[in-house]
């Protein structure tokens, strides 16, 4: 009934969450039922609509692609993807959104916020935005609810070597961010998102296509949370 009063509203795709959170968060939370997922990408499909799905656990992403999930909103950080998986995201034509910066930011917020201001060498954000940011106070309230950012930030790399691996064996690659999450500044993030797919290995010629021409008809799935 969700799927059809969304596709009712003029949605192109919908986005879902399998996810426990335990990249983030000590104390998983409760994951949505498989056969749910099933159902809600099932009748994505009936509907005539994509079924995105945010999984940066491996073992739920390979589930979500069992179930005909279309792409992935945020990259693999838990375990390094494998042959398997990216058959199934061959067969599937699935894409794959990396989202660096929202990992980069809760792995280490008051970090991530400097790069961020050194990167906007031209001050487009206020510089009192960035402070904010990185404010005793602030980190005291992410970390209160976010218990696990040192896993997240030692996984790093593995969203990075995931990321050069799909891209090698030709998966559609497509940058996105995640508005709405402390970090992801508006503008400057979409800009730093594309300079982490070069760090990561990707060319430059690569970084650009995934934020236009292979972005384009993904319905710009990731400007929103």
Not at 108 to 135: H, V
Not at 140 to 169: F, M, Q, V
Request: net charge positive; charged share 25%.
């Amino acid at each position: 009934a969700n799927v059809r009063e969304a596709k009712a509203a003029g949605v192109d795709a919908i986005k879902l969450v399998y996810d426990d959170m335990s990249w983030l968060r000590k104390q998983p939370m409760v994951v949505m039922q498989a056969d749910v997922l099933r159902a809600i990408v099932d009748e994505a499909h009936a509907q005539g609509l994509k079924a995105y799905v945010h999984a940066p656990i491996l073992a739920f992403a390979q589930e979500g692609l069992r179930a005909g999930a279309d792409g992935f909103v945020h990259g693999v950080l838990s375990d390094p993807v494998d042959a398997g998986f990216i058959e199934l995201m061959k067969k599937n034509r699935a894409f794959y959104s990396a989202t660096h910066t929202v990992f980069e930011a809760c792995g280490d917020l008051a970090g991530w916020s400097r790069r961020l201001q050194e990167f906007d060498d031209r001050g487009r954000i206020p510089a009192g935005a960035y402070e904010a940011l990185r404010a005793p106070d602030a980190i005291a309230r992410w970390e209160k609810s976010w218990t696990n950012t040192a896993y997240t930030k030692k996984r790093l790399p593995i969203l990075r070597a995931n990321l050069k691996r799909l891209c090698d064996a030709g998966i559609v690659i497509a940058a996105g961010t995640d508005t709405g999450v402390p970090g992801v500044v508006l503008g400057v993030a979409s800009q730093i998102e594309l300079l982490l797919h070069v760090e990561a290995g990707l060319s430059t010629a690569a970084a650009l296509q995934a934020a236009t021409s292979a972005a384009r008809p993904r319905h710009r799935m990731n400007l929103l949370p």
